[in-house]
């Protein structure tokens, strides 16, 4: 894959990736949030920090596109790979990391419940994006041999 792609890409799948937090964690389960608010940052406090949000879409989303890169597949369905991708990524990312802030904080169970229900629902969208996005990628290796 190209530079130029991988950047473009990049920036995509982090923007979409910023939205899915906000309309998961704020919009949806923002409520829920309120039995865990001994254990987190205040607003101002967290918006001050916002910038490692940012950063943070940024890193996933360029090892998540460069990942789908190196294992996609020409001879499959680009939906299905996408939905297989963000399960794995999911299963690998989030979940070992929700049940370790489980395991260490007191998280009502509902509540990780809930995240996990979410996260894997926007790992899976994030990995129909990028295969989206890169299911002509085996035609363009094709015109440039």
């Keep these: 894959m190209r530079l130029a792609k991988l950047v473009v890409r990049t920036i995509v799948v982090a923007i979409v ?50 990942i789908y890169s190196q294992g996609r597949s020409n001879d499959k369905p680009w939906f299905g790979q996408g939905l297989r991708f963000g399960v794995a990524v999911w299963a690998l ?11 260490i904080e ?11 229900g979410w996260e894997i629902i926007a790992a899976m ?6 295969a989206a996005l890169s299911k002509n990628d085996g035609a ?3 015109r440039e041999t």
């Excluded at 990736?17 to 919009?27: K, P, S």
């Excluded at 969208?125 to 990028?130: D, E, I, T």
């Design 17 to 66: 990736m910023f939205a899915l937090g906000f309309i998961g964690h704020q919009l949806l389960l923002g409520h829920d949030y309120v039995s865990i608010v001994p254990i987190m940052r205040n607003t101002p406090d967290m918006q001050a920090h916002m910038p490692f949000a940012l950063l943070s879409s940024l890193c996933f989303a360029a090892a998540f596109v460069w």
């Design 93 to 103: 990312a989030s979940a070992p990391l929700y049940l370790t802030n489980y395991l």
């Design 106 to 116: 007191p998280r009502p169970g509902l509540f990780v419940a809930k995240v996990f």
């Design 125 to 130: 969208l994030l990995g129909l994006l990028v």
């Design 140 to 142: 363009a290796q094709e």
